[in-house]
């Protein structure tokens, strides 16, 4: 087949070389963007009178009928037409041989593919800013169910203090709002368009960009042509958003491991969303939490490929930036898929709030409770801490728990100590009365839940 590049050349490449030069196999997935790029483009050569009307007009047309049939899956992609800008090309070119060789009139590959992938890369990074929305209001709603669920806050996976389970889940919810609006940031930048830097200088025909970025609805054309078509550093900010979606989620999918064991015991995955054992009769496991902590890895990996792909490249355009588009589209597809599941997991987990509440006041979970209760009466807060710590290596030597010790023997630690003491030693009260601003109390955390439902009501 004569390439469309073929005039310089006496001899066709070969099988080998075309094989691994492709990129239709992939890139076919940016053909909608391609022949939106190329209306839009066909329609301004036109109003600038470098095509006629008439040829726009066929450009238009036979676009629109290889559109229909690339969404048939009547399209024959072809491997020697290399990509899919000349795939869409060559087709049209058939259909409507005088108009649509003027197509290319003004624009090269390297900056339709930019083009292509910004198209692309705005409509995925809202669908997944739409997904995080879905999986933070879940547990929003989930949040709401929980205000009284007491359960065990960690450190070093050690119980450290008692916290709502409400407060637990909007942990997350806040991770994601960032997560949201890095992605929205990273859309501003995305939002250029870099049709009309040609191969990379410009062109000397009398083109309107602006036109262009009004009709494919650009905030703002790229204002140097080399940088156009040199940089993917969009979606290298991208993919980098979707790695750190990809660990908080993992972080998520963690703790749904480990919560779901026998030796935790705080949740229940309902069977749909878990998996058996090939040998173990007993086993249910949590296979898809363990996969989206798995997937990560795979993400991390897309943000490395790109990053090393990209680096050292010397300007503007050079062939290895074809490659961009293997680890984009896995990070994307990677990062949707597991906000769709997770969220649609969540509405299948039952919390096992008795046992919550049962670990949570385990541990002398409360001890730091009892140093802030002496501070409150005047012992300085190291003295407190010290005092505690050694009611704590009683307690541990004697087999007793904190608010069994009776009132003398407290007072044999400190004479700070009365009666009250055994308020702040109460599970309820501890958490409600941590009402310093973001602390667990159900006060706080019910303004948290206002300020995020806004948050979320908005875009
Ligand atoms: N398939 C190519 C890519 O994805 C399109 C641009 C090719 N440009 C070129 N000068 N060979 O990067």
Request: with cysteine; charged share 25%.
């Amino acid at each position: 087949m004569k390439k469309l590049w073929g005039g310089r050349f006496t001899q066709g490449a070969a099988k080998s070389v075309e094989a691994f030069t492709e990129s239709i196999s992939f890139d076919k997935r940016l053909a909608f963007y391609d022949i939106a790029g190329s209306t839009a483009h066909a329609k301004m050569l036109a109003k600038q009178g470098i095509i006629t009307q008439k040829e726009a007009k066929e450009i238009v047309a036979g676009l629109n009928q290889i559109a229909k049939q690339i969404a048939s899956g009547t399209f024959d992609f072809k491997v020697e037409l290399e990509d899919i800008h000349m795939n869409i090309e060559s087709a049209l070119t058939e259909i409507y041989p005088d108009s649509g060789r003027k197509l290319h009139t003004a624009r090269s590959r390297n900056d339709q593919v930019a083009l292509d992938i910004r198209l692309y890369l705005r409509d995925e990074a809202k669908h997944i800013i739409e997904k995080i929305k879905h999986f933070q209001n879940t547990l929003m709603d989930i949040s709401e169910g929980h205000l009284n669920t007491i359960m065990p806050g960690y450190t070093h996976l050690q119980r450290a203090q008692p916290v709502i389970l409400s407060h637990h889940l909007l942990a997350y919810v806040e991770m994601f709002q960032r997560d949201r609006e890095r992605l929205n940031d990273c859309l501003k930048r995305i939002n250029t368009l870099p049709l009309g830097a040609c191969a990379m200088s410009g062109t000397t025909l009398n083109i309107d960009r602006d036109y262009v970025a009004k009709e494919l609805k650009f905030a703002r054309i790229s204002e140097n042509s080399m940088d156009a078509v040199s940089d993917r550093d969009f979606v290298i900010e991208f993919i980098s958003n979707c790695s750190i979606i990809m660990m908080h989620l993992s972080r998520v999918a963690e703790e749904l491991v480990l919560w779901s064991t026998g030796e935790f015991s705080f949740i229940e995955i309902s069977d749909a969303y878990t998996t058996g054992s090939s040998i173990m009769p007993q086993k249910k496991n949590p296979d898809v939490a363990e996969l989206i902590r798995g997937k990560t890895g795979r993400v991390y990996g897309a943000l490395m490929s790109i990053l090393t792909i990209m680096k050292a490249l010397p300007l503007t355009y050079n062939r290895d930036m074809q490659e961009d588009k293997i680890p984009l589209f896995d990070a994307c597809d990677t990062a949707s898929a597991s906000l769709t599941i997770i969220t649609e997991m969540f509405h299948h987990i039952n919390f096992n709030a008795t046992r919550l509440r049962e670990t949570a006041g385990s541990g002398f979970s409360l001890a730091t409770d009892l140093a802030e209760y002496l501070v409150k009466k005047g012992v300085p807060f190291r003295a407190a801490h010290e005092i505690t710590g050694n009611i704590v290596k009683h307690c541990l030597q004697n087999g007793e728990t904190l608010e069994k010790i009776p009132l003398n023997a407290f007072k044999s630690f400190s004479e700070s100590i009365e009666e009250d003491v055994y308020k702040c030693l109460n599970l309820d009260n501890a958490v409600n009365n941590k009402n310093s601003k973001g602390g667990t109390s159900t006060i706080e955390v019910k303004k948290q839940i206002v300020r995020l439902r806004n948050l979320l009501r908005k875009k």
